[in-house]
């Protein structure tokens, strides 16, 4: 069995450094109660960008613009120093760590945002980076897409877990991908929530026949610095619930074990025995003997994908 946790704080938004701190901070409290896996919600540094759902793209272009720009100056540099501290808390608690992050292209244009989730090991090093396959309707103008080389299911000392954020679990050769390599913890860090989400992770625990860990974004008003522009229009009661959170943890097989933590904060704490995801797959392993490759297969691009390639080969005359 391992102790897992599921982080369901607010970020300190849209302030990059404070909120890895933030991150650190809380990974150090988990690994003192004993878990091995701790896990972030969506976008958790510097934040979900949730002003999309109020303010459409060209309602406001001038507003937009100005978070946006922020939302840039605060994005993640995965290839620099940004992320180091929480590389510590991973080695100094020697856990594993699932995190959602804003990540900022630092290798072409250096201006497109990736809806990122990392996975560091308990030696504090980078295991995995994925970024979002296909950002959902107006997230369109704030991500561009991922691709299929973060389509992972990585050994852990906890178990083989992979990640696929938000709607990404509605794209089922997504799953596909996922269930074919393994995968026993099933981490689905999102914005998403209430019963008919929480009712997906349910048919993905039957389906998968894995654990599956949905991790959520609680966020209330308050937590938008007051500086935030256009906040007194966008979100004039500092009282109210902006996402409920509805973090929850599903046993292979469909059963809810922990959760949904709504409309609170906190640390959600359960165990998990990884073995029983292969033992679940008995009388159904939708990879494995429940497959009919002779009639389906799926073909999956892993390589990373760019605009432009350069090349040093020059023909010889």
């Not at 509605?170 to 008919?196: H, K």
Request: charged share 25%; proline share 7%.
């Amino acid at each position: 069995m391992s102790k897992i946790a599921i982080v369901q704080q607010a970020p300190v938004y849209l302030d990059k450094q404070a909120t890895i701190e933030k991150a650190a901070s809380l990974t150090a409290d988990a690994a003192s109660n004993g878990a091995e896996l701790i896990i972030f919600p969506e976008a958790f540094i510097p934040g979900y960008p949730a002003w999309i759902w109020r303010l459409r793209p060209g309602g406001d272009w001038s507003l937009n613009e100005e978070i946006h720009s922020r939302l840039l100056d605060n994005a993640v540099d995965v290839e620099g120093d940004d992320l180091k501290p929480l590389y510590a808390a991973a080695r100094k608690g020697k856990v594993t760590i699932v995190c959602g992050i804003q990540e900022r292209d630092h290798q072409l244009s250096k201006a497109t945002l990736y809806n990122t989730v990392v996975t560091i090991g308990p030696d504090g090093s980078l295991l995995n980076r994925h970024r979002k396959l296909m950002p959902t309707n107006p997230e369109r103008m704030v991500w561009g897409f991922g691709d299929a080389s973060g389509l992972k299911a990585i050994d852990t000392p906890v178990g083989k877990i992979g990640s696929l954020i938000c709607w990404e679990n509605y794209m089922p050769l997504a799953r596909y991908a996922m269930y074919s390599q393994g995968v026993e913890l099933y981490i689905a860090p999102t914005y998403d929530s209430g019963d008919g989400w929480i009712g997906t992770m349910q048919h993905i625990a039957r389906e998968g026949r894995c654990w599956v860990i949905s991790s959520g974004v609680a966020l209330e008003a308050s937590d938008l610095p007051d500086d935030f522009p256009g906040k007194k229009d966008l979100y004039p009661d500092d009282s109210e619930w902006v996402n409920p959170g509805d973090s929850a943890v599903i046993a292979p097989g469909g059963e809810i074990v922990a959760g949904p933590l709504r409309n609170e904060k906190g640390i959600l704490y359960t165990e998990v025995d990884s073995k029983r995801a292969a033992a679940a797959k008995r009388a159904l392993d939708i990879t494995g003997h429940y497959a009919r490759p002779d009639i389906f297969q799926l073909h999956v691009n892993v390589e990373p994908q760019s605009p432009v390639k350069f090349t040093s080969d020059v023909k010889k005359r």
